[in-house]
């Protein structure tokens, strides 16, 4: 195991509503991804956090927002959910920006 | 062109089979590569890191070639517990992102 943990496992959620998603990092490492995947899709980057500070974005809208934590554990929070971010919803951790990244088991996301 | 592409399969393969899969990338800037393997319904798990030189770990023999922007993973000797999608990995550039293909499905038959 990876020592990168999730939570929720699961959720369902309506279109319209807010959730929160969090993820705590393997013990030493200072980074956080947070990756969206699609059924049938690769993973797809969100954005990253090093060192409580957000350090790449992908082409994601707003409403998908995050936090990193001095203990750096994390948050993903999207609001106004939509039918389509039904997805299977990854959050790496990696020593530094540029190192292997490790994920945790993830969270299931069903928006309804 | 796709940043990272993969044939999609399904690798359909009896045990003790050899079987390679390709994979192409389009940010010649990219830097760190690698393969994931990734089993149903479960996060994406490192297999091995991709280096100028070529690299090996038991079975599995992984190769780079930065000119054509091509990496390889070769599986020998195949394993039922193979059975999986590989996932081809590069990363982003300065964001440090990894931007993964959609993965190859390898199936390995009794």
């Known amino acids: 195991e990876t020592g990168v943990t999730q939570s929720p496992t699961h959720l369902i959620k309506t279109r319209g509503q807010q959730v929160t998603l969090r993820c705590s990092s393997q013990s030493g490492h200072n980074t956080v991804s947070w990756y969206q995947q699609a059924l049938g899709q690769g993973p797809q980057f969100i954005f990253q956090y090093y060192r409580e500070e957000e350090n790449g974005r992908g082409n994601f809208p707003p409403r998908f927002s995050g936090l990193q934590f001095p203990n750096y554990s994390s948050e993903l929070n999207v609001n106004a959910l939509e039918l389509d971010d039904s997805a299977l919803y990854l959050c790496?951790?990696?020593?530094?920006?540029?190192?292997?990244?490790?994920f945790g088991p993830g969270t299931r996301l069903t928006v309804t | 062109r796709k940043e990272v592409e993969q044939d999609p399969g399904p690798f359909n393969v009896p045990e003790g089979a050899t079987v390679a899969f390709n994979c192409t990338y389009s940010n010649s800037a990219s830097q760190s590569f690698f393969w994931y393997r990734q089993d149903c319904r479960k996060e994406p798990k490192l297999l091995m890191s991709v280096y100028s030189s070529g690299n090996e770990d038991g079975r599995f023999t992984a190769q780079l070639n930065r000119a054509s922007q091509y990496i390889s993973l070769l599986i020998r000797d195949s394993k039922l517990s193979d059975s999986a999608t590989y996932l081809c990995v590069v990363n982003g550039g300065s964001q440090g992102n990894l931007i993964f293909g959609k993965g190859t499905k390898l199936s390995v038959k009794p």
């Open positions: 790496a951790s990696s020593f530094g920006r540029d190192y292997e990244q490790y």
